[in-house]
């Protein structure tokens, strides 16, 4: 539940949120779990995810044909007729081979990647490929869900689905999603509402300084390696990239090798989530308040040389899960401005330098003579700056936005052109 404090200062208004803690509060959770269809389940998932995806991209070209050539906005409504006419043709009457869910579903994530496009939280929609991830929804009509046994609607048989994981007693899906990833392996997701008991409140608060020699420094002068996974496997991925180039289009051997491409970036991706996972639980468990930049990771994956490495450390996985995590267990998360020199401020006497090269890794202070260690400095000063923003003691976090005040009257730093990693 989000709301706006009284005691909050007019100036503060503008640019912060206060979240407010939420216990014994019910949370939407996805719970996924692997599983290994029979030829015959495969053939028709495969006939359904392609369903999907043609419905998905017929409603695209629809909605996109109607505004170019009429001006006209379509919406879920106009492209779920458009649909049951489809259905009712003899070239397209192989729609029916599948359950009818799906489909409708694609339309309405459809009409949902439109409002998100229109309110600028995304980029236009895209048509989905044959060849990468493909998923289908299933809500509680087409599903059979006994506590045990998943069986989904056009399918003679239950999912053998291997439990990592207990759902929790009593919880009852309100929809289901079966995705095939682009290395052939299936997934199964549940989504449950669960009430989520938050954690034991603690007084550690942290500061984290999110960078690349280091993957996260925090204020208490830890600093957590950077495990590079995407680097580690560079190498096997280079070859098997240049074996499918010389593949001939079309064969078998080109699909062997994209599998086994698409296998690697499956090992790459599995190896970041987890480490992140335990990186934020880590956190979450063991500190009240965390202190975090609202990093621009969009515009800084578009730097000429340190692209790759951004996009590997994961930074906005870990600060969206940060964000999720203490939602559920009643942690407070703090935002602060992106433009705060939080690498040129000592954290001792508040000193701001003028200029600090990205390859110096240690400075002193000119004004109290302290040596700082480049990372921690950072992030003592990012929990400094995270502290002394208004309503102390709330969970206040900065708008991502370019100014951020606070309650000693002193204005957010922001810095003209791109920001650099630290």
Request: a positive charge; glycine letters at 6%.
């Amino acid at each position: 539940m989000r709301g706006w404090e009284e005691t909050a200062p007019p100036s503060a208004i503008r640019f912060c949120w206060v979240k407010k803690e939420s216990f014994g509060m019910k949370h939407q959770r996805a719970y996924r779990y692997r599983f290994y269809p029979t030829p015959a389940q495969a053939r028709q998932l495969a006939h359904t995810f392609g369903c999907v995806r043609f419905v998905y991209n017929f409603g695209l070209r629809l909605r996109t044909d109607a505004y170019r050539e009429q001006g006209e906005h379509l919406f879920y409504s106009h492209t779920s007729a458009a649909l049951t006419t489809l259905k009712q043709q003899p070239k397209t009457a192989w729609l029916n081979e599948v359950s009818s869910v799906p489909p409708q579903q694609a339309l309405r994530h459809l009409d949902t990647a439109f409002a998100r496009f229109f309110k600028r939280q995304a980029k236009y929609p895209t048509f989905k490929k044959k060849h990468g991830p493909q998923a289908a929804e299933y809500t509680r009509s087409a599903f059979r869900w006994d506590g045990t046994h998943l069986l989904l609607a056009k399918l003679d048989e239950p999912l053998h689905i291997v439990w990592s994981r207990p759902l929790p007693e009593g919880c009852l899906p309100s929809t289901v999603t079966v995705c095939r990833d682009a290395a052939g392996r299936y997934f199964v997701s549940f989504r449950v509402e669960e009430d989520i008991a938050p954690l034991p409140a603690r007084t550690e608060q942290v500061g984290v300084d999110l960078g690349l020699t280091s993957l996260a420094a925090l204020s208490t002068g830890e600093k957590l390696p950077n495990p590079k996974h995407l680097a580690k496997r560079e190498k096997q991925l280079e070859r098997w990239q240049r074996k499918e180039s010389r593949r001939t289009k079309g064969g078998k051997n080109r699909v062997k090798a994209r599998r086994k491409v698409n296998k690697i970036h499956g090992r790459i991706a599995d190896a970041r989530k987890d480490g992140l996972h335990q990186l934020t639980t880590r956190l979450i468990r063991e500190n009240q308040t965390i202190c975090i930049e609202s990093l621009a990771v969009k515009q800084m994956v578009q730097h000429p040389t340190l692209a790759k490495a951004i996009s590997d450390a994961g930074w906005g996985k870990l600060a969206r899960q940060l964000d999720y995590k203490a939602r559920w267990y009643g942690r407070t998360l703090i935002k602060i401005d992106r433009w705060f020199p939080s690498s040129k401020t000592c954290s001792v006497c508040g000193h701001v330098l003028d200029s600090l090269a990205l390859d110096v890794r240690w400075w002193t202070c000119p004004r109290c003579g302290t040596a700082h260690d480049r990372d921690v400095n950072a992030a003592r000063s990012i929990l400094a700056e995270g502290l002394s923003l208004p309503a102390a003691g709330l969970a206040v976090a900065a708008c991502g936005g370019t100014v951020s005040p606070n309650l000693n009257g002193n204005q957010g730093r922001q810095a003209p052109g791109k920001q650099e990693p630290e």
